[in-house]
């Protein structure tokens, strides 16, 4: 007689379990949580605070340089507004002299040159009047779009207390409040600390970092293994020997 091998796919074997399986259930769960890294983390933290406080500076600068050209475009538009009052007058006058010199030359107490030239300089004073209402506009167009007001909005300037003289520093303490004031300064110098930060987490890339992990298993396979409430935990050290990332 013959005996029966079991070391093979027999339905004694533990292997014949395998022949038969048509599903199993695995569920596990698995979290770490670097303990050590380099000062990676820390030195990230600190380059995104640096780099949002900078950002905050960027933004007053901004705001800083908006509001020095609201205030550009309201005394280039109070300019003009006095620029047309003097040449209003001029035109004024010199229309006057036109109608003089015409009056003389009707009867014959002036040549006719001196009127035409007296004509020909109260042209040149219209046109100039014309040229410094169109940039009267434009300024006002530039200036109503710069306030945010409607495009049809009409302005009238207060100019009360708008060249009050105001007490003048010395030239070395207005030198020292700017570089303490200006927020562009500031930037530049949070930029350069997020810049030392990003060579510290680079650098990190040289020492070892370690970490710890934990898991949770359940497993189930049909007339073979059952694994219940099964935790593992362990720690991992790394080092790269060339420091590359």
Same mark, same amino acid.
């Given at each position: 007689s013959m005996n029966e091998d079991n070391s093979g796919g027999g339905s004694g074997s533990p292997l014949s379990a395998l022949s038969n399986l048509h599903s199993l259930a695995l569920l596990q769960v698995t979290a770490s949580e670097p303990i050590f890294n380099g000062f990676k983390i820390r030195n990230t933290k600190n380059m995104s605070e640096y780099?949002?406080?900078?950002?905050?500076y960027d933004v007053a600068t901004t705001k800083s340089k908006v509001a020095l050209n609201t205030l550009k475009a309201v005394y280039?538009?109070? $300019? &003009?507004?006095? =620029?047309r009052?003097?040449?209003?007058?001029?035109?004024?006058?010199?229309?006057?002299?036109?109608?003089?010199?015409?009056n003389l030359e009707k009867n014959g107490l002036l040549p006719r040159n001196d009127r035409l030239r007296a004509e020909l300089q109260a042209n040149t004073i219209e046109l100039g009047l014309t040229e410094v209402n169109n940039n009267l506009q434009l300024a006002e167009y530039n200036l109503i779009i710069l306030l945010g007001f409607a495009e049809d909005s009409k302005l $009238? &300037?207060?100019? =009360?207390?708008?060249?009050?003289?105001?007490?003048?520093d010395t030239w070395q303490a207005s030198l020292d409040k700017g570089l303490q004031n200006r927020s562009e300064l500031k930037s530049v110098a949070l930029q350069a600390k997020a810049s030392s930060m990003n060579y510290n987490i680079a650098k990190a890339d040289r020492l070892p970092s370690l970490g710890l992990s934990a898991g949770y298993v359940n497993a189930y396979i049909p007339n073979l293994l059952t694994?219940?409430?099964?935790?593992?935990?362990?720690?991992?050290l790394k080092y790269s020997i060339t420091g590359a990332i």
């Open positions: 780099l949002e406080q900078a950002a905050n280039q538009y109070y $300019e &003009l507004l006095e =620029t009052k003097v040449v209003e007058e001029n035109l004024k006058q010199a229309k006057q002299r036109v109608g003089e010199f015409a $009238e &300037l207060d100019t =009360t207390g708008m060249f009050e003289v105001i007490a003048i694994v219940t409430n099964a935790l593992n935990a362990g720690l991992s």
